[in-house]
């Protein structure tokens, strides 16, 4: 019995914890940031690992400047920066892109 409720609590937690995220996604302050942010986590969270929530909401830490420039190339992150999570949403962003383009060209 024990070992489920302690089950349910995780999930919550997690489930918490992932709309937290989502609503700081969506509320940096700059419209350009919840675009990229915003569907990334909507997208993503359902799938990561705590650790890779953990990751997440460390770059989240990071302002939008350093991220933006990070995410699209100008410069790389810090070490602890570069990671799986960082990839990911390096992916993500170049697969939105290259679709609207595709979407733009019909």
Sequence with gaps: MDNHISRSS????RDIR?????????HRGTQESDLI???FAEGSLKTLDINQLGRF???????????FDWIFGVSD???E??????R????FCTERDRAS??????
């Design 81 to 86: 920066h570069e990671h799986d999570v960082m």
């Design 88 to 91: 990911l949403l390096r992916s």
């Design 18 to 26: 992932c709309r937290r995220l989502l609503f700081r996604c969506w």
């Design 57 to 67: 909401e460390a770059l989240l830490d990071c302002t939008d400047p350093d991220l």
């Design 37 to 39: 942010l915003g569907p």
């Design 10 to 13: 995780e999930s919550e937690q």
């Design 77 to 79: 992150p810090p070490p």
């Design 101 to 106: 383009r595709q979407i733009g060209q019909h």
